[in-house]
């Protein structure tokens, strides 16, 4: 009989052992791992982006380049109560402006580059009148680029909605369909010019990674 008991004791207190060695492992186990948002596949979209996210860019620009993005803004635009966002990044080679449309179908445009007015060779004046008109052209680099529309709108930096910055600006659509040219007016009649090179871009060519950065 008092070896039967001996017997029971030895068993129950190596249950026990080994319930107190599984329970320091997973303790530790879960201090080791990283702390970081889980995010469900459906969620990374370019929609959901914050500051400190992060996305691939396939197939940009002319040369079909391959960027790795790194998300350091999102900005608002207000056009009469018509409004969408902008993603500035950071890459290998420079910013890169994502201007993100959310309608009936998800529009979406990247800016290639940034000019100056002089370097559009186009006047003011030549601007005026197409605002008045309502139609006109210019041409860029040996391609067409017809008026689209024009307006005056706001931008929220950082989708701060206490710092307004009004503009106006002049779009203009490849007739080729494989661009746009905005012309933006910052600061009233006297205000500087400011031309954005852009081309249109699929879902299919981003793939976001993170949406925002990590504690």
């Known amino acids: 009989m008092e070896f039967l008991l001996v017997i029971i004791v030895i068993v129950a207190a190596l249950v026990t052992i080994n319930i107190m060695r ?14 970081h948002t889980r995010y469900k596949p459906d969620d990374l979209r370019i929609e959901n982006m914050q500051p400190g996210g992060f996305y691939a860019l396939r197939a940009y620009g002319p040369n079909m380049t391959d960027l790795d993005v790194q998300v350091t803004g999102r900005h608002r635009y207000d056009e009469h109560g018509y409004e969408w966002f902008e993603i500035e990044g950071e890459t290998e080679i420079g910013r890169v402006w994502l201007t993100v449309i959310e309608d009936d179908d998800t529009e979406m ?13 186009i ?7 197409i ?12 391609k067409r680029y017809v008026y689209e529309d024009s307006g005056d709108c706001l931008f929220f930096r950082d989708g701060d909605r206490n710092r307004a910055e009004e503009f106006y600006y002049w779009d203009f659509e490849a007739t080729d369909g494989s661009g746009s040219v905005t012309v933006e007016r ?12 852009s081309q249109p871009i699929s879902e299919s060519q981003i793939t976001v990674y993170a949406l925002r950065g990590e504690a």
Do not use: C, M
């Open 22 to 35: 599984s329970k320091k492992t997973n303790d530790q186990g879960a201090a080791d791992t990283p702390k």
């Open 131 to 142: 605002d008045d008109k309502e139609e006109g052209e210019i041409t860029f680099e040996g």
């Open 109 to 121: 445009t990247v800016t290639l580059r940034k000019i100056s007015l002089a370097q559009l060779d």
């Open 186 to 197: 910052w600061g009233g009649d006297g205000g500087d010019y400011e031309v954005h090179i």
């Open 123 to 129: 006047s003011r004046k030549k601007l005026a009148k």
